[in-house]
């Protein structure tokens, strides 16, 4: 098992961290090891947040796939005025 040592946390955060982990009934160690699995969860999916934006509108209705625009500038739409 790998160890980390974190210098020159604020005090009033370590106090947070104590309070959550005594809330949690666990010691403020193992309250930091949760908080970082739970943090590295989302990283795992592999989803950007064009994914999971796209994943919000997978039942509207469109049958065709719509290009990326990686690198693209788009001009500005029309404006009436």
Known sequence: MA???VRNLE???KLR?????????RSMEEEVRDILRD???E???GRGLGMEIA??????GLT????????HSLPPGPFEE
């Open 39 to 41: 943090a590295l969860k």
């Open 3 to 5: 160890q980390l040592v």
């Open 17 to 25: 961290l104590q309070r959550r982990a005594r809330r949690h009934g």
């Open 64 to 71: 065709v796939d719509i290009p990326e625009l990686h690198g």
């Open 11 to 13: 005090d009033e955060v």
């Open 43 to 45: 990283d795992a999916t």
């Open 55 to 60: 994943s919000l509108f997978t039942k509207s």
